[in-house]
């Protein structure tokens, strides 16, 4: 009977989606056994002190890749915005699942906008994507750390610590809690994170079996959105815990299909957005990373990103 081994994180939307990747195997190969092999992250045990200090969405990654490494499980599932530009020598990405909603949710128990909060009202988010973003669209507005699993930090508006809380949209849709959503908050506000609603599959590179095992449950447009947008992530050297947003979408002209490639990079307090919109041939993903992290490069992008490098 043949058997594999997923490595995961234990909080609720990591179970969900290494489940979610063990239930499309199974689906795919009935007689499938599927086990699930759960560590602590360094990220999960370093949550008092802001992630980009603690050394980035890396530290979610480290325990599961060395679980891969080292031949404890054969394949580690993560969401796509937590992987880092470079991925440990050994180790690959061949597999990335369908995306989810990829948009930033806003959460708040008294206000239904973030146009309707009074001004000091406290927003609680780790992310300095959503902070740079959001501070210089309503610059009224405190935004404070907040981390921990969805329903920790959730806990911790209903606790009134916060005013409101911002979360992926995909993360409260897979963790049927889409209700607690009062607004989903517009790309022209906040552009989303690289790899955000995506789940990605990572395994040994040089484990054939594994990855022809896994290779029916490819969604083969998710992956090529997902790697027009990691690669202006490579381009620039951000980090996935910089003030960097990339999102890329299927654009629709007439009865041709673009793509659309939008990337931001900004100062933590608002004061300074650069941005890039490009939209070409649907299949021009790399030529469209690089030109659109040529013209943020240009605006000066990589004097912010300096004072955010990954440690």
Known sequence: MQK????????????????????????????????L???????????????HQAGGKGLFLKELEMALLEGAADLAVHSMKDVTVNLPDGLTIPVVCPREDPRDAYVSNHHDSLEEMP?????????????????????????????????????????????????????????????????????????????????????????????????????????????????????LNGGCHAPVAVFAEQ??????????LRAMVGELDGSNLLKSDRIGPYQSGGQLAEEVAGELVDQGADKILKRFSDV
């Open 4 to 35: 594999i081994r997923i490595c995961t994180r234990q909080s609720a939307l990591a179970l969900w989606q290494a489940n979610y990747v063990k239930e499309s195997l199974q689906q795919q190969y009935p007689g499938l056994v599927v086990e």
């Open 37 to 51: 092999h759960k560590v602590v992250s360094e990220g999960d045990r370093t949550l008092d002190i802001p992630l």
């Open 119 to 235: 001004e000091g009202s406290i927003v609680g988010t780790c992310s300095l994507r959503r902070v740079s973003q959001l501070k210089a669209a309503y610059p009224h507005l405190e935004f404070s750390n907040l981390r921990g699993n969805v329903h920790t930090r959730l806990s911790k508006l209903d606790s009134g610590q916060y005013d409101a809380v911002i979360l992926a949209v995909a993360g409260l849709k897979r963790l049927d809690m889409e209700h607690r959503i009062r607004q989903t908050i517009s790309p022209d506000i906040c552009l989303p994170a690289a790899g955000q609603g995506v789940v990605g599959i990572e395994c040994r590179a040089e484990d054939e079996k594994t990855r022809d095992l896994i290779s029916p449950i490819n969604n083969p447009d998710s992956a090529f959105l997902v790697a027009a947008e990691r690669k202006v992530n490579a381009i």
């Open 251 to 260: 654009w629709f002209d007439r009865d041709e299909t673009k793509l659309r």
